[in-house]
């Protein structure tokens, strides 16, 4: 896959899919993403016990689906005869955790394009990487960036794919401060920065654009337009969103 140092962001990511509509991280969030008319959506992707690269946002499965345990403990067959669905609509679902491939299929079906952000599992941080380049890496039909708050899997990812486009997450300044995260960027290659909320403000923005690095944001919590508008005044180029469907026609 030959991508660009930099591209240009849509102004609105599906977050997991639209992960406040339908199952987080599922076939139906990511096709209810590009229903309705976002182009962007970002999925977590680990890999399971036979190495399938698989859509999971949390260490375990307990969560989101009817499963316990590490996703890395468990062959791809048995994860998929989970129920995905089950925790969103509190009833009996066929909702199954995909595969990374299968979202890779829909994207290129729906030409819509994809944030894929790397989830470590302890002590598989860089096979995950190596797996998902593997089915990534020939594909240009859509537009990929790789973001991760592991900076090991960043610098796998920089040492396997240099030319891929990289996202380095923050969440915090506590283990990187905001120098720290400019010097990364310049290290590895990393043409985006991803940020809470909750630790953006102005001067950060100029400071991190003045290093040419794209800014994307997300938040912890539900927030609404007025919040929204308030930090792309501030200079960021776009935001994670659950559920687009109060803003997709006013941002």
């Known amino acids: 896959m030959t991508q660009k140092k930099t591209l240009k962001l849509p102004k609105l990511i599906g977050h997991r899919g639209v992960k406040y509509l339908c199952p987080e991280n599922t076939i139906?969030?990511?096709?209810?993403?590009?229903?309705?008319?976002?182009?962007?959506?970002?999925?977590?992707?680990?890999?399971?016990?036979?190495?399938?690269?698989?859509?999971?946002?949390?260490?375990?499965?307990?969560?989101?689906?009817?499963?316990?345990?590490?996703?890395?403990?468990?062959?791809?067959?048995?994860?998929?005869?989970?129920?995905?669905?089950?925790f969103f609509y509190n009833k009996n679902t066929n909702i199954f955790v995909p595969k990374l491939e299968d979202i890779l299929n829909l994207c290129i079906k729906n030409k819509g394009n994809l944030n894929i952000e790397l989830k470590p599992n302890k002590?598989?941080?860089?096979?995950?990487?190596?797996?998902?380049?593997?089915?990534?890496?020939?594909?240009?039909?859509?537009?990929?960036?790789?973001?991760?708050?592991?900076?090991?899997s960043i610098k796998e990812l920089n040492k396997l794919l240099p030319k891929s486009i990289k996202s380095f997450l923050i969440d915090d300044f506590n283990l990187y401060n905001l120098d720290d995260l400019i010097g990364i960027a310049n290290k590895y290659q990393i043409s985006i920065c991803g940020l809470n909320i909750d630790i953006i403000s102005e001067d950060i923005v100029?400071?991190?654009?003045?290093?040419?690095?794209?800014?994307?944001?997300?938040?912890?919590?539900?927030?609404?337009y007025p919040q929204i508008n308030d930090i792309f005044k501030m200079g960021i180029d776009s935001f994670f969103v659950d559920d687009p469907t109060e803003i997709i026609n006013i941002v």
């Open 28 to 86: 139906e969030s990511i096709a209810k993403a590009f229903d309705l008319g976002l182009t962007y959506v970002e999925i977590d992707v680990k890999i399971s016990k036979d190495e399938v690269p698989i859509l999971l946002h949390d260490d375990t499965l307990n969560r989101t689906t009817n499963g316990k345990g590490l996703a890395v403990n468990y062959v791809y067959d048995d994860i998929k005869k989970l129920d995905a669905g089950k």
């Open 123 to 152: 002590n598989y941080e860089n096979l995950n990487v190596k797996k998902i380049i593997e089915l990534t890496n020939k594909i240009n039909e859509i537009e990929i960036f790789f973001s991760s708050f592991d900076l090991q």
């Open 206 to 224: 100029k400071k991190i654009k003045k290093e040419n690095i794209l800014i994307t944001a997300y938040s912890n919590s539900r927030i609404f």
